[in-house]
């Protein structure tokens, strides 16, 4: 069994802004989808916001996330492709995006999210007094960034898809039946020299637009909110 979470070497995503290679035309031909259901739509939500609710130090802002159909079909057109990789670079100038891929039993999605979370064990936050101006990025493993999108405080918006590919090449290896998800965030967050998110007491620094809200120490839309999309 394999897992994957991590980028090619060389390639950092904390500024997905220089991705500008071109998809290659090397992509494996013989591949098949795995639709996502609503109940791993609804397990990827709960698990980010479960995770955002709890961060240490604690947000001022952190914003409630909620399923995007839009992401959700950009994640798809890319998972699709069966290419370890971020992608496709036109997009990657607006959206965040995580990529996680495995073989052998697939039992739940959290298999391919957890890892993301767990980078959080290398991860040093940068406290105010740290940024001067720009905040450092302080992580102690391969890879934090995942784990960092998954927290920041001004995404509030998550589409992903899952993709089974009979053959994918993960690093130079041939991966056989290879489950797939790519995850795309809105507004897009590992801004370079910025913290995910600002410190403080939770709710104490929402955006307007919440008009107040606040639930598990998240600002929370509103019913009529244009940010409720989950399913529709």
């Known amino acids: 069994m394999k897992n994957a979470t991590d980028l090619p070497s060389g390639q950092n995503m904390t500024d997905m802004e220089n991705l500008d290679h071109q998809v290659s035309g090397s992509a494996i031909k013989s591949r098949r989808k795995r639709y996502i259901s609503q109940s791993d739509m609804l397990t990827i939500v709960d698990y980010h916001n479960q995770v955002r609710a709890r961060v240490f130090p ?116 041939v991966w056989r039946q290879a489950t797939y998800l790519v995850c795309d965030y809105s507004p897009k967050g590992n801004w370079v020299g910025e913290a995910p998110y600002k410190v403080g007491v939770p709710c104490s620094a929402c955006p307007p637009s919440y008009g107040g809200s606040c639930r598990n120490n998240m600002c929370f839309p509103s019913v009529n909110s244009n940010f409720m999309y989950w399913f529709k």
């Open 58 to 173: 604690p947000a001022a802002n952190m914003e409630y996330m909620v399923w995007d159909e839009s992401l959700a079909r950009s994640a798809e057109s890319w998972a699709a492709t069966c290419i370890w990789d971020h992608g496709p670079p036109y997009l990657l100038r607006f959206l965040g995006q995580n990529l996680s891929v495995r073989t052998g039993n697939y039992r739940s999605v959290l298999q391919l999210v957890k890892p993301w979370y767990d980078e959080v064990k290398d991860y040093v936050f940068p406290y105010p007094q740290d940024c001067n101006p720009t905040c450092p990025m302080r992580c102690y493993g391969p890879m934090c960034t995942h784990y960092t999108q998954m927290v920041w405080g001004t995404t509030n918006r998550v589409g992903c898809a899952i993709q089974v590919c009979y053959n994918m090449v993960v690093w130079g290896s």
